[in-house]
């Protein structure tokens, strides 16, 4: 909550007005006095004017932004600088208009007597559960330096997973709809002028250019109507896949695509390892870590069977056994590798090697997609292209034979 307040400073006797951001009135006027601030008045206030609200639609904070912030606060805990110092000084140095807001919004908070992981949760359009979770077990072991080492270091290690697997599908995307409209422009812009050449010697044309023609026809007369349709579905499509049971449905379909199947498998597999390895060496449960991973992992399928396998454990059932009832999606030897885990103690190192060894997989599986997509990328503009010239092409050859 916003407050804003009317106070003299006891030092010098000055009038100061102000806002100041706290949960209730009390907390507001318990961090005014410790400025050394006699109380005039204070009064609750909308949090920021329409202008300002309307300012920040659009804006975010991005998963880069958030590596590097944790990186630096990971830094200046170990430097011994005070927790309000250290939100203080990375609101002053943050570019990103959301982000040194939302900071500014922490070091209040902190100022106010909430605690760091509180106030991180207050915004979780930058600080997700996993973050406020890992906070949270940092204060409770009283070492947030480790902490923050542990999540600088996790942020690191997902940011370039997610990077490289990203940039990996750039490229056919790329091509594919490049490819698109080098086809789009061909029939509309290109076939009409040399398809009128033919269509005037009346000859008899072979069903390939019938159909490349034909397909030009209905690109000039409807191709309107055809973006028009194109865009609905683009929207109902959209609409679809915000829904519980659209989202289930393409992440099953993702898991099942030939070759990026794999890749997002492995992908997904690597962040639940690597998830629960963080928040278990930072001494959260083995619950509270599966819900939470459940929260981040980005699949709908993995988040649904760790939120029946946190349901499961914490029934007392272990966590090798819990994961072991989806053998479609939860490999045996990543149930196998943690019940060995279970057994010996060494859980969150098994987690960590099981990571590192997806991780791996991951990165072949990339440089695999890669190595077959760029020549499947050759072939079918070769063959989309080459196609279409030759079934225009071999007529108009035949029409100058003719004469």
């Keep these: 909550m916003l407050y804003r307040y009317k106070a003299i400073d006891q030092s010098d006797g000055e009038e100061q007005n102000g806002t100041i951001v706290a949960t209730t009135v009390d907390v507001a006027i318990a961090a005014l006095q410790r400025r050394k601030l006699m109380i005039v008045s204070i009064v609750a206030a909308e949090n920021g004017s329409f202008v300002k609200k309307l300012m920040m639609v659009g804006q975010k904070a991005t998963?880069?932004?958030?590596?590097?912030?944790?990186?630096?606060?990971?830094?200046?805990?170990?430097?011994?600088?005070?927790?309000?110092?250290?939100?203080?000084?990375?609101?002053?140095?943050?570019?990103?208009?959301?982000?040194?807001?939302?900071?500014?919004?922490?070091?209040?908070?902190?100022?106010?007597?909430?605690?760091?992981?509180?106030?991180?949760?207050?915004?979780?359009?930058?600080?997700?559960?996993?973050?406020?979770?890992?906070?949270r077990a940092g204060e409770e072991s009283g070492d947030l330096s480790?902490?923050?080492?542990?999540?600088?270091?996790?942020?690191d290690r997902s940011y370039e997973l997610i990077t490289k697997t990203r940039n990996a599908l750039i490229y056919p995307v790329f091509v594919i709809v490049a490819f698109i409209v080098v086809m789009v422009l061909m029939l509309v812009i290109v076939i009409p002028k040399l398809s009128a050449i033919i269509l005037e010697t009346g000859q008899d044309l072979p069903f390939y250019t019938k159909i490349v023609i034909g397909t030009s026809n209905l690109f000039i007369d409807y191709g309107?109507?055809?973006?028009?349709?194109?865009?609905?579905?683009?929207?109902?499509?959209?609409?679809?896949?915000?829904?519980?049971?659209?989202?289930?449905?393409?992440?099953?379909?993702?898991?099942?695509?030939?070759?990026?199947?794999?890749?997002?498998?492995?992908?997904?597999?690597?962040?639940?390892?690597?998830?629960?390895?963080?928040?278990?060496?930072?001494?959260?449960?083995?619950?509270?870590?599966?819900?939470?991973?459940?929260?981040?992992?980005?699949?709908?399928?993995?988040?649904?069977?760790?939120?029946?396998?946190?349901?499961?454990?914490?029934?007392?059932?272990?966590?090798?056994?819990?994961?072991?009832?989806?053998?479609?999606?939860?490999?045996?030897?990543?149930?196998?590798?943690?019940?060995?885990?279970?057994?010996?103690?060494?859980?969150?190192?098994?987690?960590?090697?099981?990571?590192?060894?997806?991780?791996?997989?991951?990165?072949?599986?990339?440089?695999t997609l890669i190595s077959l997509i760029e020549p499947a990328m050759i072939i079918l503009l070769g063959i989309g292209v080459g196609g279409l010239m030759v079934s225009i092409l071999l007529p108009m050859y035949d029409i100058a034979s003719s004469f």
Excluded: C
């Excluded at 990186?71 to 002053?92: D, G, H, K, N, Y």
């Excluded at 946190?310 to 196998?336: E, F, H, N, T, W």
């Excluded at 019940?339 to 599986?365: C, H, M, Q």
């Design 224 to 367: 309107l109507f055809m973006a028009i349709m194109l865009a609905l579905g683009g929207f109902f499509l959209w609409r679809y896949v915000s829904t519980d049971k659209g989202k289930r449905y393409f992440a099953g379909f993702a898991l099942t695509t030939p070759y990026a199947g794999r890749l997002f498998r492995k992908l997904y597999l690597t962040r639940i390892a690597d998830n629960l390895n963080t928040m278990l060496t930072a001494g959260i449960t083995v619950v509270r870590s599966v819900e939470v991973a459940a929260t981040v992992v980005g699949n709908e399928v993995y988040k649904n069977l760790l939120v029946q396998a946190s349901q499961d454990v914490r029934m007392g059932v272990p966590l090798s056994q819990a994961l072991a009832k989806y053998p479609d999606v939860m490999p045996s030897i990543m149930i196998q590798m943690i019940k060995i885990g279970e057994e010996t103690g060494e859980l969150p190192s098994i987690l960590d090697t099981l990571a590192k060894f997806y991780r791996r997989e991951v990165d072949n599986e990339i440089d």
């Design 63 to 135: 998963y880069r932004d958030v590596v590097i912030l944790s990186r630096q606060i990971s830094t200046l805990f170990r430097a011994s600088v005070p927790t309000l110092r250290i939100f203080q000084l990375l609101a002053t140095e943050t570019e990103n208009p959301l982000l040194r807001r939302r900071l500014e919004e922490v070091a209040e908070d902190i100022q106010g007597g909430v605690s760091l992981s509180g106030a991180l949760g207050k915004h979780s359009d930058v600080f997700s559960d996993f973050y406020v979770n890992m906070v």
């Design 146 to 155: 480790k902490t923050f080492s542990y999540l600088a270091d996790y942020l």
